[in-house]
């Protein structure tokens, strides 16, 4: 005869079964057109792993290269009298704007070795810029004839090459895409029209986004030129429920928060706020920070100077905050018409590679510590796996000796440099925390001279 206890084994053992097999036979959750339940969409983790990402900003906009990628609405949006002179000076008499397409040429580039540059900068992501303000589609668009990178200038599929190559070197592929035009009639006449009408969105718009997800498949998409119209007017909401429920990516995609009026910093997958957004503390939602080694310009200028550019001590230190307040880093370039990375971009972009050859462990996968920041003089940042704790601090200090005041020590205390083999002696610092002797080397006889990585374990 059973007992009463396998009698109770048994029931447990079928109540699980079924549990099982009525959660299997459970249809998927669908997404509805509203924000409330698109918001609710958990972010895929590969984002949050990857940390690092490449823009890049790339269009008609390198034919001119000067000013800026608004080259045309400052040219001919607010008839800046510079832009005219410059037109003047340096193309024929009459030129257009749609005259520059032809010269955007792409003659030198090898989307293999953009990747191969990508990688070695420790990027888990790249963004293209599919189509920015300007129109002009970086691939065959159905709904851009003439005005795209197959019918003129390059006749190439941009965004498919770079795709392929990204994707042998396992790279993620975000495609950046702007909803408004300057100049596209169409648009023109809805924004007249108060934007009650939509005969850009169906007719432009909406063909392209689902265009290029069918297309390319991209893990992400960097949406912008939302603001001067609501997110109904976009059909933004109806785009990214299709996206989340039937597109061939819905498991896997992410998105930002630009989808209309007041949706930036509210609403979407992960948040950019705005252009280069530091939040200052530990927001409680994913973000990302966008910055430009360019300061001037996202787009090629061929008149920089070395003094507007980003040095790598900036860029790391960029990096290092958005990482230890929980958000991606997305560090841009501008290739020429004829698709070269400037070497002054490529010597940065590699300089941030060799950092994180050493540090990555730091940075990637990481989570936010209980402190983000020391209050101190030696700028030290942290960050988290785990049960250890990592402290990249970006200025060496005096004597070699390093104060952190937060992590509680305990019997199991060790503390390591990453890229230094030998294990670190410490005490307990006088008022609290860690007082750590840091090797004796003079920093510039170190591998790396701006930022080094204190590996915590056995700290509180």
Known sequence: ???????????????????????????????????????????????????????VHWGVFSVPAWGSEWFWWHWRGEKQPDFDRFVQARFPPGTSYADFAPRFTAHDFQPRQWAQLFQQAGARYVVLTTKHHEGFTNWGSNVSWNWNSVDTGPHRDLVGELGDALRERNIHYGLYHSLFEWFNPLYLLDKKNGFKSQFFVYGKILPELYELVLRYKPDLIWSDGDWEAPDTYWNSTSFLA???????????????????????????????????????TL????????????????????????????????????????????????????????????????????????????????????????????????????????????????????????????????????????????????????DKGLKIMLPSAVPSLLPLQHGWTLKLVGVA
């Open 283 to 430: 927001p409680d939602h994913k973000w990302e920070m966008c910055s430009s080694i360019d300061r001037r310009s996202w787009g090629y200028r061929s008149n920089m100077q070395i003094n507007e550019l980003m040095d790598e001590s900036s860029i790391i230190q960029e990096l290092v905050q958005t990482v230890s307040y929980g958000g991606n880093y997305l560090l841009n370039v501008g290739p020429t018409k004829e698709g070269v990375i400037a070497p002054v971009f490529q010597e940065r972009l590699l300089a941030l590679g060799k950092w994180l050859g050493i540090n990555g462990e730091a940075i990637y996968e990481s989570k936010p510590w209980r402190i983000q920041k020391e209050n101190c003089t030696c700028s030290t940042w942290y960050t988290s796996k785990g049960e250890t704790v990592y402290a990249i601090f970006l200025t060496w200090p005096e004597s070699s000796v390093l104060i952190l005041p937060s992590p509680v020590s305990s019997a199991t205390t060790k503390v390591t440099m990453l890229g230094f083999s030998e294990p670190l002696k410490w005490q307990v610092a006088p």
């Open 1 to 55: 005869m059973e007992t009463g206890r396998g009698l109770f084994l048994r029931a447990a053992v079928a109540w699980l079964c079924f549990v099982e097999a009525a959660s299997a036979s459970a249809p998927p959750q669908r997404y509805t057109p509203d924000w409330p339940s698109l918001d609710a969409r958990p972010l895929p983790g590969w984002f949050d792993a990857a940390k690092v990402g490449v823009f």
């Open 242 to 280: 299709w996206l989340y429920n039937d597109s061939p990516v819905k498991d896997t995609v992410v998105v930002n928060d630009r989808w209309g009026i007041n949706c930036s910093c509210h609403h979407g997958g992960f948040y950019n706020c705005q252009d280069k957004y530091e939040p200052g």
